[in-house]
Structures are given as structure tokens and as C-alpha cells.
């Protein structure tokens, strides 16, 4: 086995006996076999360590957990086990088509500034049937997408980490997952990217297969999951719009947590004082920080003035809002009729530039001859008669 293979699969496992030889014999398929599976087991107590023990392939790195530490923290420690130039994502219960590693690399190879490939995704539920939701549930992540935009990530995320290739690079400069997140480390993982200048591309084919069933927990708690999906927003996104000049997308992320339905059962100060960070300039440097800025209510007690204020302009039902929001669509409509009659102007004056140095050309070869040269009335009349 290399020790630095082309690709590093990240096999995550916690009580997945049913699964996990599916997960692993889809990734020894592989077209592409150039790697190494690195499995994390975070404290399994059925049989799942004996099945990954019985494939007898060296490429296979066992590593488990003394205790169970969670999702992030068993993520990071395998991240940091793993040796190859690509970390290839897949949870111990979902699995690939054997050709999903190939696809991905070449489209790499097509466009090496990608950083993050993702792909589209197939949803089963936990006997391997095509999950009775599977057409909404798939409808979240098998659309074409820019995921290099920061309004696409704005309370969503539309790239399921199982399906993903991440040059490891580029994971280095953006560091690992937050290991207090439960709900969206995902979320957070990649709006850092984002962040940070990496660049995003899914490709358009389900080769990728996902399990939806009971064990899932990203929305097993929505308080949890609106409180980890704003300070992903806080501490990424608004930072990133700031610097793009994209004012209007800080007021959607703002108005994303106003009109979130589970706001209502946090604490009022509480829920105030996570608007008001919203809308604060500093960013919180880890999701504790984002906690205690919303726990601690003697420090910078502005902070609920500001959210009060805020979610009276952005929240349910405020007709400000929405005649703010009307405005930037017409202004967004604005722009693009603009850009669209520009792009016209330019190709008609490249068409006439192109005709001009016909018509020259053809004077040029008609002088040459010692022919009068052809008037451009009649090079005009003759243009639009061809071209009709």
C-alpha cells in the first residue's frame, strides 16, 4: 500500500453492524484504486469493529475510539490520520457507484481550481428501499446549484458530505470541524470554505447513496440546529457578504433567523440577543464563544436592543421588509436587463468589426487586381441579402 495514495476514504462508524461491509465493499469497487479506507469507530458497541477487522485488505486503517466523542471530533481525528492528496467523505451506512471516485477526478483534472466536489444523491431508507420521500428529500441536493455563491448557502445545505471529494490542501488551510457541533458541522465546514476562497462544483449524477432513517440528527433538535446554522452564517457567511459588497444577502441571513419557526421557544432575551449578534460586526471565533455571546446577558447588553429592533423590520409580517426586498428584486432585474442588453451591444459590434475587415479585405484583393474597389453601400446590401 502507498503511503500517500491519491485518494483517503473517511469511513465514520458508531453501531452500524447492518451497514458497514455494504459502505466498505462499494469503496474496494471503486474503479479507481489508488487509496486507502481510514475507519473511525466511535465506541461501537455491536459488532462493527469484528466486520471491518474481517476484510483482509492492508489499505484498510482501523482506529477506534476509547469513547464515544461524536461525529466532529471522530471526523477530525480521521482527517488528521489520513495520508492521501484527496479525503473522500462516506458515512458508514451509505455507499458509491463504482465509478464515483473516476468521475470526480476527472472532473478535477478538467478544472484543477475545484477544492470540494460533491455529486448528486440517491435516498434509501434503512432495508435498502427507495426512500417514500425520496423525491423531496432529493429535490434538496440534486438541483443545479452555484455553491460558490453565498446567497445559495443562506439557512441551507444542498451538498450532502457523504457524496464529497475534498482536496486535502485545501482542508490544512481551513482547519477541521468544530467538535461541540451536533446539529450542522457539515453547514459549517463548508460555509468556512467557502470562506476561505475554496471553490465548489457537484456533479450532475446520482452516484452517490444515502440512508434516511431514524438515526439521523440534523433535525432531531431544530432549536439546536437554528442556533448551530446562525453561527455558522455569523462566524462565515456575513464576514464573506461584507467583503463582497453584498449587503442585501446579510439582511436574508438576518431575516433567515427572524422567521425561523423554532425561534419562538428560546428565551426572549435569548432569542433577541441571537439577533443582535446576527447583526454585530465581530465574529464569534468557535461555536462556545456564539453560545456564551448568547447566554450571558450582562455582556454587551445592546445586543437584545439591536435584535428587538431588527427583528421588528425583518421578521414575520413586516411589511417593511418586504417592500425592502421588493426593491432588490427590481434592482436585481435592473441589472440583469442591463448586463443582457450590453452583451448584445458587444455582439453586434464585434459582427460589424468583423464586417468592416471584410469589406477591406475585399477592396484590398480588388486593388491588388487593379479592380475599382467595391463601394460598402453595395458591401451593406450585399451583407443583409446572404445573411437574410
Known amino acids: 500500500m502507498s503511503k500517500s495514495p491519491l485518494l483517503s476514504y473517511i469511513v465514520l462508524s458508531y453501531n452500524y453492524e447492518r451497514y458497514i461491509g455494504k459502505t466498505l465493499r462499494s469503496i474496494l469497487d471503486q474503479t479507481v484504486q489508488d487509496f486507502e479506507i481510514v475507519v473511525v469507530d466511535d465506541g461501537s458497541v455491536d459488532n462493527s469493529v469484528a466486520i471491518v477487522s474481517s476484510f483482509e485488505d492492508p489499505r484498510i486503517r482501523l482506529f ?144 452517490t447513496s444515502i440512508r434516511a432513517h431514524s438515526r439521523g440528527v440534523t433535525h432531531g433538535d431544530p432549536v439546536g440546529t437554528l442556533l448551530e446554522v446562525s453561527y455558522a452564517m455569523q462566524r462565515n457567511l456575513v464576514p464573506l457578504a461584507e467583503a463582497r459588497s453584498l449587503l442585501p444577502s446579510i439582511t436574508r441571513m438576518v431575516a433567515w433567523t427572524c422567521r425561523h419557526p423554532s425561534l419562538s421557544q428560546l428565551p426572549p432575551l435569548q432569542a433577541h440577543r441571537l439577533i443582535g449578534v446576527m447583526m454585530q460586526s465581530t465574529a464569534a471565533s468557535d461555536f462556545q464563544h456564539f453560545r456564551a455571546m448568547l447566554g450571558n446577558y450582562s455582556d454587551h447588553p445592546e445586543l437584545a436592543e439591536i435584535g428587538r429592533r431588527s427583528f421588528a423590520f425583518v421578521g414575520p409580517g413586516a411589511d417593511a421588509y418586504q417592500d425592502v426586498d421588493k426593491l432588490h428584486s427590481d434592482i436585481r432585474a435592473y441589472i440583469e436587463a442591463r448586463d443582457y442588453f450590453k452583451g448584445e451591444c458587444e455582439n453586434w459590434e464585434r459582427a460589424y468589426r468583423s464586417l468592416q475587415a471584410e469589406h477591406q479585405a475585399l477592396n484590398d484583393a480588388l486593388a491588388s487586381r487593379g479592380s475599382p474597389s467595391f463601394p460598402r453601400r453595395a458591401w451593406s446590401r450585399l451583407v443583409r441579402t446572404l445573411t437574410k
Not at 477506534?64 to 467523505?89: C, D, F, P, T
Not at 470540494?116 to 440534486?142: C, F, K, L, Q
Not at 470541524?177 to 458541522?185: F, Q, S, T, W
Open 64 to 207: 477506534v475510539n476509547e469513547k464515544n466523542l461524536g461525529g466532529a471530533a471522530s471526523y477530525n481525528r480521521a482527517v488528521q490520520e489520513a495520508r492521501g492528496e484527496w479525503l473522500v467523505n462516506l458515512d458508514a451506512d451509505d455507499w458509491v457507484d463504482p465509478r464515483k471516485a473516476e468521475i470526480q477526478l476527472e472532473a478535477a483534472a478538467r478544472n484543477p481550481q475545484l477544492d470540494v466536489i460533491g455529486t448528486y444523491v440517491a435516498i434509501y431508507d434503512e432495508n435498502d428501499n427507495r426512500h417514500p420521500s425520496a423525491d423531496a428529500m432529493e429535490a434538496g441536493y440534486n438541483q443545479p446549484r452555484d455553491l460558490n455563491l453565498v446567497d445559495t448557502w443562506i439557512g441551507a445545505n444542498h451538498l450532502c458530505r457523504s457524496s464529497t471529494m475534498v482536496r486535502a490542501s485545501a482542508h490544512q488551510r481551513i482547519g477541521l470541524d468544530d467538535p461541540l457541533m451536533v446539529r450542522a458541522p457539515d453547514y459549517e465546514l463548508w460555509t468556512r470554505a467557502l470562506q476561505h476562497g475554496c471553490k465548489f462544483a457537484i456533479i450532475p449524477q446520482p452516484l
